[in-house]
């Protein structure tokens, strides 16, 4: 890079009631030498809270790291950490996932040298592992580059991917938690800021995909996110919903050139793609639509008449041996190795490790 790594990008890492997760992020934070800072978005409180400041103040000689609390919402608490980050470029990192420092570096450099792309992300290596066996997919993502706004978000929701730990620069990841906090509820009702923030990434700028490990994401039974229902409260999710398509087709309206009608027709159609993909009940869905707007089915929208791109672009997916000479090296080793020691997080009665004390790869 040109610049100073630390200089130029600050990680946000979300937590809540999770200390044993903290603890190996730190761990595989030290050990691969982690050269950003991180912030630690916490929202915990008694004795998890205190073992979570604790961590962080011994590991504080070796990683920039600092804690922050909070007792509000995740949309909530990520806006006010991102507010404080001083840094150009700014990320997400899921306390029991491991980014890669290679992959961040990467994403950065290409943002330093493309002016006209607003995030980047590398490829995404899911792991699961139980007695039997260890599961990996490494997956990579089609970039979305396509010149008109509502482009991107439609070709995004036919192959539909999270976002969620790509670099982006900061004022735009700003914005993007801006207009979740005002127009969706993570805890009511998960699947609308899931979406809408992948939306938001997209209205706001070109995205692009590179190659290279960029983060290995863990699936596990203890992921709090996979057992969130999409919709915790379904009273709820229709007044939410409407919220949101108000708050996401005035937006669109404005950035696309589209009349009100048309970016209704782009958000509903765009949110039906990517809720049918997460496993979403279609028939909630349905009748939600049905009562916002009737005929839905009957607007036309000026991009479906002269397609500038294919309607998909598949996602490609490599399934990985252990014995891959991909594996056996650098941080993917490490982060492997982390999640091969201790699948469920560290425990609690684990003792802080050094850094050059973690595996070597």
Known sequence: MKQDPAAQLTVIVPTYRRPRFLRRLLDYAETVRFPFKILVADSSDGDELR?????????????????????????????CSVKGVTTPCCC?????????????????????????YVSCMGQFMAVRRNEDCTDILLETFPSRGESSTSERILRWSENFYSSFYAVYRTP????????????????????????????????????????????VYQMHAGNDSRLTPCVKDHTAFPIDYTHYRSEMAALVSQSAGLSLSEADWLVDRSFRNVYRWTGGRWWIFKKIIENVRRPWRRLLLRLDAKRSAPRFTCISKQRLQVSDVRLESGDVAIALAAIARHPDGVSLSATCRQPDEGVTG
């Open 51 to 79: 073992q979570n400041i604790a961590r962080i103040a011994a590991c504080s000689p070796h990683l920039h790291v600092e804690h922050l609390h909070f007792t509000c919402g995740l949309m909530e608490k990520l806006f």
């Open 92 to 116: 997400l990192w899921a306390d029991d996932d491991f980014q890669l420092p290679r992959g961040l570096i990467s994403c950065l450099e290409y943002l330093e040298d493309h002016s006209d």
């Open 172 to 215: 735009v990841l700003m914005e993007m938690l801006r207009v979740g906090v005002v127009a969706s509820c993570y805890e009511r009702c998960r699947i609308i800021p899931e979406i809408l923030m992948g939306q938001m990434a997209l209205l706001l700028g070109r995205q692009r995909m590179i190659e290279g490990v960029s983060i």
